[in-house]
């Protein structure tokens, strides 16, 4: 039997436009006499019959002044450079190539950005994850079409393991302890046995990770289908801890991230990051979020969840709707997500209703509607509007009648102003 020729499976694989871009770049290696192959996540996919998303390539020799000449003959494709790493992307419409020199990396220190210089394919591939994101297609020369597979990859994916390429591949990086953990749950793969050693013997190394390395391999696991997977497993294997000594995961939390799902079809990243801190402290949820180097939204969203939290026994009380948006107004809508997940009975069904539709509903009176009726503009205008709408949320009015009727009321003192008592009273 003729071996397969992946250069046609990836070509069968791939939209039109990058599969156009794909030729450009290997017709322009083949001219130049440079090897080029695709390489990491694409191949692994390839294998595996699962879709392909950006499409990465190692050459032999100057990536960007490849990727830079192809991209100037391709009409609407764009070319970054970062020359100091010797990578490129070319950029389409509805496609990324990432080329990229063949380098050698070596560390200096766990956790360092590594040092890196030109090397061969061979080089390249070690410097990987794992033995399953370490298999080339080679593009050109004689072996185009083939499987480059040095360190047995196709063997660990056809067998479902995740191998490390070398004991020191988790303290060197260990970012890739979150990287294993996510395509475990993604693949359904496992650790191989000497692998899951040498991680659980440096998983301490995560605290050697800076902030956003760390924050990008979060996001980046918490957009899989099933995080709440991915989190279980980083808890047993003691990752969260070394990421954060406060932060931990259970089974509780884990039905949380499905019903949060069940909720809305994408929830947004930063509920899910507020499930994260649920259990969490307000001094431990600042900390965290000061760990992980979050964006000011996110970071809000983390530390909001503890003050969600402490809010879930007043949510349990007999209080009018008005009382309970009084309570939730000031969250932000991520940390009453989780609150919605998190919790249950009252509290989760008065989160809900807030943020399906208390906070929705306004007075049918305005600002000017109110001035006409002769409340003065200034803090009372906002005080007046603020009545009004607790008396909508409550049922006391209904219709513009009502609420011009109560209004008058207020401002002729007969109408008591409804109390906003505040989060702590
Ligand atoms: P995904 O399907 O989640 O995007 P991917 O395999 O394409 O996964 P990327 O993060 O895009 O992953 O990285 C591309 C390739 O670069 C990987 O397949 C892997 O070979 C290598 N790689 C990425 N990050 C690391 C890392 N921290 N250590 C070693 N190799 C890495």
Redesign the pocket.
Known sequence: MPEPNFIDKLNAALPTPSREALGALTRAARARSLALYA????V??LLLERPT??L?LTLEGDAPTLARDVAAGLPGVRCTVHSAFGTSTLIGDAFRIDVASARAESYERPGALPAVRPGSLRDDLL???FTL??IAVALTGDDAGGLIDPFHGETDLEAGLLRALHEAGFRD?A??IL?GA?YEARLGFRFEPQTLRWLRRDVRYLETISGPRLRDELL?LLHEPQPERILLRLDELGALAAIHPSLSFGERRAAAFARLRELRDEPPVTASLALLAWELTPSDAAALAARLALTRREAEAVRAAPEAKALLPALSADIPPSRAVDLLSPLPAAAMWALVAAAEGPPADRALRFLRRWRHLKPLLDGHALVALGVPPGPQLGEVLHRLQAAKLDGEVRTRHDEETLARAILSGTAAMKTTPSRSS
């Open positions: 390489v990491g996540g694409s692994r996919d998303q950006d990465d410097r990987r994850d994101n370490a990086d970012t890739r990287r996510r980046r």
